[in-house]
């Protein structure tokens, strides 16, 4: 197994929780990749030697972004529709069908390059793990040719066969959610690590999204919710009752949704790229920290209500539309991923862990916020090997 | 002189003013380049033959960003500054004089560096053209230092000795302006191409302001504004009385304002990535463009009051924050940088004109506000040749 030394890190962002500030940083850093991990992590002055060295010239390293929230498998744009939403129109869930239409008609190699362009694309933005849903499916075998496409690209998988009833079960949404429960979970389960419910008016109920997780966990599959995106609902405490990893969205919360999230661990999901751009209020991320909910940052990425890829802009938009310091955001863009995946082994740099990381053509990780919209990752490692 | 044939571009924005859609786009083009110039643009089917031929396979090509406003020569960062206005401390264009301090101190060879590095990560983005203001040297010797430095990297230099009044000046601000409009343009007068001043409140008054531009203007200098940035002022009207080029930030405005806009032709220039940066209200576009006048987007790149280089976030920032469409966007962007500049020359595709453009991974352009923060631009040609 060969060792590389990256050396001459101006700042070294390692996630360590044992150490006392949140994003345990070294200055004038060195760390030790050995095989796919990292093998030791420190003080520029005390590296010990290793088979090669890469000098970073000052540069600041940080844990690769963990996004833990993104639709790939789909085929189509709607460019249109941004721009009409952009003069007016507002979002609404429904356009979600659109999607479905141009997926079920695509073929497996459209749709795995696609996933292919848009895996590559946050790689060279700093993404090491990508959770990807299906749901642009909806029907047995395009739920689980989604998931078979997901798997070849992540182990982050997430069944959402309920992203939305389709059009062809508009008249019987029982009928729609007993083959979520049924037929497609058996087809789409052994590809997929999660379930997921679109909880909102529009998408599911709770007693449909309850009896969709429920049956999902019968099948080993582990529960994350879109919850509490367009308005108030059930969402958030439902995601508590049924020990779900993870809230995501929480744009619209009551109080006992935020005390609920606090008391049970479970993660909140913000995913500000899409309040960029469907001109929506920004959930409230002072609230949930001051509070002591752990914040995940994701981009939600998917063709209807925020196309982007990109995790710095997350952060970008985390530091001044949700007041979240820089260090926040990047902690919930990298560690606060990896717990909404319930992974230790990514999101940090520290022995034994993942060698996935980010390096940035700047001295610190606060350019992410201080640079907005700038390409700063100019390398990234996933698993010790340069992509 | 050889020829080049872009062919399969799905979508060719020309900016051609002959062409009725105000950014005269053709599906399904072809360019071809002549040395440094657009020699053809037109269908794909009725291209002519080149000496080689690149096909883009259905990506988008638009004309290079001219980026109007740009202060690039400088050392130093304020990350921390940023951060703390990000916790609550407002900006101030005092702070300017911590980038001065830094500046001075600091040799050619590290200036030219960082111009040089920034330049690229512009030209990265799409960015073919930049305006590059003096301004942290304000010194006779440091601020003609400063142009020369911009003169090896873009004919747009602009003499802003009239930034700020330096720490050294502060008892003596009249005494500051006779440098300005005395010796300190005298060194600086042949490095450059346009005369600026920042009239605010805490910089420059109208009366000070109206001599440094005529003053610049004497010497053959073009003159254009930092106006109307933190609070209403008569930076605008000064702008159009004095037949500048161009007013820049035009955050807070009159209907006087406007109206001296709209009739006399100067272009507003907006810089949304600083109201981004400073969590300050976004100018109304719209007002401006309903009105008749003519809008220029610009990064105002600098290390205080917004540090981004990137074009296309000022596109997203201003059809999310400020209602234009993505088609206004990017023809302020391109075409209304320009004419911000004074030039016909570039902005715009057609035979004729620098062959400065951007190819994009995407099929068109509104996915640069369609998909925020994603490196889109994947070729930057400039005179024809790929950089």
Redesign the interface.
């Known amino acids: 197994m060969t060792s590389l030394l990256l050396t001459g890190i101006g700042s070294l962002v390692t996630n360590d929780p044992a150490r006392s500030e949140l994003l345990g940083e070294i200055r004038d850093a060195a760390l030790v990749i050995e095989g796919s991990k990292v093998a030791w992590v420190g003080s520029r002055r005390d590296a010990p030697a290793a088979d090669s060295a890469l000098d970073l010239g000052g540069r600041a390293v940080i844990p690769g972004f963990v996004d833990s929230h993104a639709h790939l498998v789909f085929a189509g ?1 709607r ?2 529709e ?2 009409a939403r ?2 007016g129109t507002p979002y609404s869930a429904g356009g979600i069908r659109t999607t479905v239409a141009a997926t079920r008609q695509a073929t497996d190699e459209v749709l795995t390059a696609n996933v292919a362009r848009l895996v590559t ?1 946050m790689r ?2 700093g993404t090491t793990t990508v959770e990807i849903k299906s749901g642009y499916g909806l029907t047995v075998a395009d739920e689980a040719r989604a998931l078979q496409i997901a798997g070849q690209f992540t182990e982050e998988t997430t069944y959402l066969g309920a992203h939305v009833v389709p059009a062809e079960f508009a008249d019987d949404p029982a009928g729609y959610v007993a083959l979520v429960t049924g037929p497609m979970l058996e087809a789409s389960s052994r590809h997929a690590k999660w379930v997921d419910v679109f909880v909102e008016r529009g998408a599911f109920d709770e007693d449909q999204a309850r009896a969709i997780l429920t049956a999902g966990q019968g099948k080993g599959l582990q529960a994350r919710v879109h919850a509490n995106q367009l308005g108030e609902g059930p969402g958030v405490q439902l995601a508590c009752s049924v020990g779900a990893a993870a809230a995501d969205h929480c744009t619209y919360l009551t109080d006992v949704d935020v005390d609920a999230l606090a008391s049970t661990g479970v993660v909140a999901g913000l995913l500000p ?1 899409v309040e ?2 469907t ?1 929506s209020p920004y959930p409230d991320a002072r609230r949930l920290l001051d509070a002591g909910v752990t914040v995940a940052l994701a981009t939600d990425c998917n063709p209807g209500s925020g ?4 995790m ?3 952060i ?1 938009l985390a ?2 539309e949700m ?1 979240m ?2 260090a926040e955001a990047l902690w919930s863009a990298t560690a606060g991923g990896a717990a909404s995946l319930r992974r230790t082994d990514i999101g940090r740099l520290v022995p034994g862990a993942r060698a996935d990381l980010a390096v940035l ?1 700047a ?2 990780y ?2 992410l ?7 700063l990752v100019t390398q990234t490692f996933v698993g010790g090997r340069p992509v």
């Open positions: 744009d460019a249109e941004f721009a952009m003069s694309e060279r933005q790229a960029f751009s001109r196309y982007s890829s990109s710095p802009l997350c970008a530091v001044r007041h310091t820089p053509d001295p610190s606060i350019h916020a201080y640079r907005p919209g700038v390409p």
